[in-house]
């Protein structure tokens, strides 16, 4: 079964508005988890680790004001696309490794209208 | 820099065996992992290689080559639900040195499994 719940699985918006997308390890303590993005065929990109307790750690070209990560719990970190314009539209996946390899939730469908 | 290079694309007939290949060059490497997507839904764990040599699961086999920076992953008995996206990912080391747990993907190749 899944251990990593990631919600919504897809989201509409108007341009301008923020969008909060929650990442949950189920039945384990993620210190650390990560998040990504994905254009329609193309490949995963990093786009930040977060952290437990501390800030997150951003790649290089990626707005962190724009994308405010926040991992507040051991089971819970959440990714909120600010000001949401429509190059944002993209899946946005997070993982978290409970057993020494990634686990990805379902991923979250962004539409920016 | 990191890059990780995967063909684009592959065609395979059902039944038949298709070996996807996949090379790397990154700072540092702590293993290396295929992952296989379905169109719109999230990645799935399909092996883990970390030391040189062959891993067989079933019907998939991974193989490593950590001096020349090269792995494949090996499909026996393609089955039509094997069509799907298939992503080499590379976990580098830190600046320190140590794992990262963080994953570098490669582009992903698309399989296409005709009958």
């Known amino acids: 079964g899944a251990v990593v719940s990631q919600h919504p699985s897809w989201v509409i918006c108007k341009s301008g508005t923020s969008v909060k997308i929650e990442c949950r390890s189920l039945?384990?303590?993620?210190?650390?988890m990560f998040w990504y993005r994905q254009f329609p065929k193309q490949s995963l990109m990093l786009m930040a680790t977060?952290?437990?307790?501390?800030?997150?750690?951003?790649e290089q070209g990626v707005e962190k004001d724009k994308f405010l990560i926040n991992h507040a719990s051991l089971t819970l970190s959440t990714l909120t696309v600010t000001s949401a314009h429509p190059e944002d539209s993209s899946f946005y996946i997070c993982?978290?490794?409970?057993?020494?390899?990634?686990?990805f939730g379902q991923g979250t469908r962004l539409t920016v209208v | 820099g990191q890059n990780i290079d995967q063909p684009t694309e592959m065609t395979a007939t059902e039944g038949a065996i298709v070996q996807i290949n996949c090379t790397y060059q990154t700072s540092g490497f702590n293993g290396l992992f295929w992952y296989q997507q379905h169109a719109g839904e999230a990645p799935t764990f399909l092996s883990y290689n970390v030391l040189d040599g062959l891993e067989e699961k079933g019907r998939f086999s991974s193989f490593l080559s950590r001096s020349k920076g090269y792995s494949y992953l090996l499909l026996k008995e393609l089955q039509m639900k094997d069509s799907a996206s298939y992503l080499c990912a590379v976990s580098p080391a830190s600046n320190y040195g140590g794992a990262t747990n963080k994953l570098i993907f490669g582009t992903g190749t698309l399989l296409a499994v005709q009958p």
């Open positions: 977060s952290n437990e307790g501390s800030k997150a750690t951003y």
């Open positions: 039945d384990f303590q993620a210190t650390t």
């Open positions: 993982s978290a490794l409970p057993k020494g390899f990634a686990f």
